[in-house]
């Protein structure tokens, strides 16, 4: 059967929201993460993804809600594959509106997901609304309408977690080798220097790692550098810049990770977020 995988991505000028529709079969996309907060519904065919330690399944209808960071991945089980629309709602963003639109809002909170998949029609309703009022680019104010009553839909699917909270279930290993590949992502970083800066041998600490965060801690690196690249890439900036500033070998060994993740080369996003040429 031929495949027929397709992407059709855009950026909001005024808020930086991106917006994708697609379409694929077997396998979409390997294990990753995002800055953003994801809310998409599934159009067609059945959406199957591993996230939160166990396997969802959405169908047409069904919104899926994932949180920055939280690795997720991408498989069509049926043959017609599935499509999507999805919007990527940057953090900053979303606790600034939130907070400015609900009183109720608590300060020092972040919103949090309280589920992955929700059977919920007017949140549905909700988030295709705003996802053709942005994809399609209409007027400023329909656009802010659409924004408006999809985040008042959110609210119901949402609860408040302090900023910075650590889960008390990670070993500290974990998350003191977390914070130094997030202190050093563009450094050229081994299991040595990990070890080192945790103070416990390379295989206790991978086991740690793996355990609290899904991923061995060089997948881990290479997903940290992947959503740096988006945001360099977004600005304009080329893909031999972004491979360089972000310690990958080459502009190819980038394109491959980037394609892997994604399902886009780095020149084609920076195209359609950037409107440069390439």
Not at 55 to 73: A, C, K, M
Not at 83 to 96: E, G
Not at 183 to 197: K, P, Q, S
Not at 207 to 228: E, M, N, S, T, V
Request: glycine residues 6%.
């Amino acid at each position: 059967m031929e495949n027929r995988n397709w992407i059709d991505l855009a950026q909001d000028g005024d808020t930086g929201i991106e917006t994708i529709r697609a379409h694929f079969q077997g396998h979409a996309y390997d294990p990753h993460w995002h800055d953003s907060y994801l809310v998409g519904v599934t159009e067609q065919g059945v959406q199957q993804f591993n996230c939160r330690r166990r396997r969802n399944v959405s169908t047409p209808g069904q919104v899926f809600l994932l949180e920055p960071g939280e690795i997720h991945d991408g498989h069509a089980p049926t043959a017609d594959g599935f499509t999507y629309s999805m919007l990527y709602l940057d953090p900053q963003w979303v606790a600034r509106e939130m907070h400015a639109l609900f009183e109720d809002a608590p300060a020092g909170c972040q919103p949090s997901f309280a589920d992955t998949l929700a059977h919920d029609p007017t949140l549905a309703h909700a988030t295709l609304q705003a996802f053709h009022a942005l994809h399609g680019n209409e007027v400023r104010m329909l656009r802010q309408a659409g924004i408006d009553h999809l985040l008042a839909k959110m609210t119901g699917h949402l609860h408040w977690r302090l900023r910075q909270q650590q889960d008390p279930r990670l070993p500290q290993v974990a998350l003191r080798a977390r914070d130094y590949l997030h202190a050093h992502l563009d450094e050229e970083i081994g299991l040595d220097d990990l070890a080192r800066a945790t103070g416990v041998d390379r295989f206790r600490l991978t086991r740690a790692f793996k355990a609290a965060f899904g991923l061995a801690p060089h997948a881990y690196l290479i997903q940290l550098r992947l959503a740096r690249a988006r945001t360099l890439l977004a600005r304009g900036d080329t893909p031999a810049q972004v491979a360089s500033a972000l310690g990958f070998a080459d502009q190819s060994h980038l394109g491959r990770w980037f394609r892997r993740a994604y399902r886009l080369t780095p020149a084609d996003y920076r195209k359609r977020c950037s409107k440069l040429p390439d």
